[in-house]
């Protein structure tokens, strides 16, 4: 079992919609998850991270953490095309006073106009 | 402004031949990392170092070596010993304590030719 899973997609949403992604973790350690987005060719670049449970919420994103369920997404509200992209969950925790990410493969997403 | 940059964009090379990436930051940041990314997949780590002169190896370093002599400067060498080296380079810091996540360099996309 991969420590970070995420559909990897493609997910289709129509312009304007709301875009929900999800991801699974299995280390109950993991402390905190960040969302990037990678568009194509491509470095990541943060959207938001969350550590508690609960909603967290940063302009058309919003962030949702369940750590008994251990489960986080990403809702986009009024999706654009420029949201086109690959949307890469990751948790953390502190190993050896180092911050350690793991990432899902990641979630493709498509805003058709 | 404070960021990181890779260096070069695009990298080829031949068969048997060991390439350096380079990787500076200017945030002073502690710690350092390379992930390695291939088409269709999430980041894979291979080497990360918390403190000048010091690093650790992530899940898939053989092939790649390290050195960390400066806190800003993290290059990453392919080996001949690393029979796929194709794919795209990511270097990324964080500061020691973490919750705010890593910044990405913008990247290196290796090609053996």
């Known amino acids: 079992q991969k420590e970070v899973e995420q559909n990897s997609g493609p997910l289709s949403v129509p312009e304007g919609a709301i875009a929900s992604l999800n991801c699974t973790y299995s280390?109950?350690?993991?402390?905190?998850f960040f969302w990037y987005r990678q568009y194509s060719g491509k470095s990541p670049e943060l959207i938001m991270f969350?550590?508690?449970?609960g909603d967290k919420e940063d302009g058309r994103f919003t962030a949702q953490l369940n750590k008994a369920s251990q489960y986080v997404s990403l809702l986009i509200r009024d999706s654009q095309p420029s949201d086109s992209a690959t949307y890469l969950c990751?948790?953390?925790?502190?190993?050896?006073?180092?911050?350690?990410?793991?990432f899902g493969q990641g979630t493709r997403l498509t805003i058709n106009p | 402004d404070g960021g990181i940059t890779q260096s070069p964009k695009y990298l080829f090379r031949k068969e048997g031949q060991n390439v350096t990436l380079s990787c500076e930051q200017n945030?002073?940041?502690?710690?350092m990392y390379w992930y390695r990314q291939d088409p269709g997949q999430g980041l894979r780590l291979i080497y990360y170092?918390?403190?000048?002169?010091?690093?650790q190896k992530g899940d898939i370093a053989e092939g790649y070596s390290v050195s960390r002599e400066k806190k800003e400067s993290f290059p990453l060498t392919v080996t001949s010993a690393q029979k796929n080296p194709t794919a795209f380079y990511l270097c990324?810091?964080?500061?020691?304590?973490?919750?705010?996540?890593?910044?990405f360099g913008s990247g290196t996309r290796l090609t053996v030719v």
């Open positions: 969350i550590y508690s449970n």
């Open positions: 990751a948790g953390s925790r502190i190993i050896q006073g180092a911050q350690k990410l793991v």
């Open positions: 280390d109950r350690g993991s402390q905190s």
């Open positions: 945030l002073n940041h502690d710690a």
């Open positions: 990324a810091s964080s500061l020691q304590t973490g919750g705010s996540g890593y910044t």
């Open positions: 170092s918390q403190i000048v002169n010091d690093f």
